[in-house]
T-cell receptor, first 111, second 114 residues
Framework: TQLLEQSPQFLSIQEGENLTVYCNSS?????LQWYRQEPGEGPVLLVT?????EVKKLKRLTFQFGDARKDSSLHITAAQPGDTGLYLC???????????FGKGTLLTVNP | KAGVTQTPRYLIKTRGQQVTLSCSPI?????VSWYQQTPGQGLQFLFE???????NKGNFPGRFSGRQFSNSRSEMNVSTLELGDSALYLC?????????????FGPGTRLTVL
């Protein structure tokens, strides 16, 4: 079973601060996805990374896939209260028809 | 396009009962996956259907079952409910035309077992 470990589990910061959350595994992945889930809603796909060393930017969010394709990070610049949510990483889990999710990082951005 | 819809949004049942949850995927999506989300275990894969066939199944007991209809709508059923089945059940659809199985989730059904 491929495991995705996310850290930190919880993060509470003030508006305007920068932060980085991590997704690590001992397995090599063909691709990795990041989702954000807000309270009372389902996860929403933010990005898919597929190439080792790849960096993708989505406004103030920067996603990086590790060179060895075993890990990924999400960096948020100047966090805003609207960034509050559960950030989940996910990767194909032994089958293209199945996604394995990490347990997520619960981010709270205080005004 | 309308998003993934799930009904009902909230459900309260008692131990021993059974429950059926419904999911309508995004129009044109033929793959539907179901996940169970709990605070302790996170998101766990239940099963995936494509063109009415179950292609993959997670590590859940046989009390959890599902099916998919010809219009791609899907249902999941949990029989003989246990307290530990209390969770958010999420349905996701996918356009199999992409290689990465990117999932589009519905809002979920919050099941409480008393």
């Amino acid at each position: 079973t491929q495991l995705l470990e996310q850290s930190p589990q919880f993060l509470s910061i003030q508006e305007g601060e920068n932060l980085t959350v991590y997704c690590n595994s001992s397995s090599v992945f063909s691709s990795l996805q990041w989702y954000r889930q807000e309270p009372g809603e389902g996860p929403v796909l933010l990005v898919t990374v597929v190439t080792g060393g790849e960096v993708k930017k989505l406004k103030r969010l920067t996603f990086q896939f590790g060179d060895a394709r075993k890990d990924s990070s999400l960096h948020i610049t100047a966090a805003q209260p609207g960034d509050t949510g559960l950030y989940l990483c996910a990767a194909p889990g032994g089958s293209n028809y199945k996604l394995t999710f990490g347990k997520g990082t619960l981010l709270t951005v205080n005004p | 396009k309308a998003g993934v819809t799930q009904t009902p949004r909230y459900l309260i049942k008692t131990r021993g009962q059974q429950v059926t949850l419904s999911c309508s995927p995004i129009s044109g999506h033929r793959s539907v996956s179901w996940y169970q989300q709990t605070p302790g275990q996170g998101l766990q894969f239940l099963f995936e259907y494509f063109s009415e066939t179950q292609r993959n199944k997670g590590n859940f007991p046989g009390r959890f079952s599902g099916r998919q209809f010809s219009n791609s709508r899907s249902e999941m059923n949990v029989s003989t409910l246990e307290l530990g089945d209390s969770a958010l059940y999420l349905c996701a659809s996918s356009d199999q035309g992409t290689s990465y199985n990117e999932q589009f989730f519905g809002p979920g059904t919050r099941l409480t077992v008393l």
